[in-house]
């Protein structure tokens, strides 16, 4: 397997509702990913624009969008943002990240 494989291997980002401040930033950085609810919580939402609202749920995160989703990772006051690989369900970034 090369580098430029494991780079583009398909990522799923879900956020954790019960630790979300409602600060924002995630939506400000990747608005196509993102986006805060009336809950007044953010949301991953997928192509159709449709929030998912399920405890867990993720949807992939666009290899154009990866760095605007890191970015939203590191700067969540929340540290509630989990980022995993699809193939094996293990966290590549966010705070159960190794």
């Known amino acids: 397997m090369s ?5 583009a291997e398909s990522l799923e980002v879900w956020i954790d509702q019960d630790l979300c ?12 990913v993102f986006e805060l609810d009336i809950d007044g919580l ?9 929030l998912r609202q399920q405890p867990g749920e993720s949807v ?6 990866l760095q605007d989703v ?6 969540c006051p929340g540290d509630c943002i989990h ?4 193939a094996d369900g293990v966290e590549v ?5 190794e």
Not at 21 to 32: F, S, V
């Open 3 to 7: 580098g430029t494989t494991a780079a």
């Open 60 to 65: 992939p995160v666009p290899l154009t969008l």
């Open 42 to 50: 953010a949301y991953v939402k997928g192509e159709d624009d449709e």
């Open 70 to 75: 890191v970015d939203s990772v590191k700067d």
């Open 21 to 32: 401040t409602g600060d924002g930033i995630c939506a400000q950085y990747a608005p196509e």
């Open 83 to 86: 980022v995993r690989r699809a």
């Open 93 to 97: 970034y966010g705070p159960d990240a």
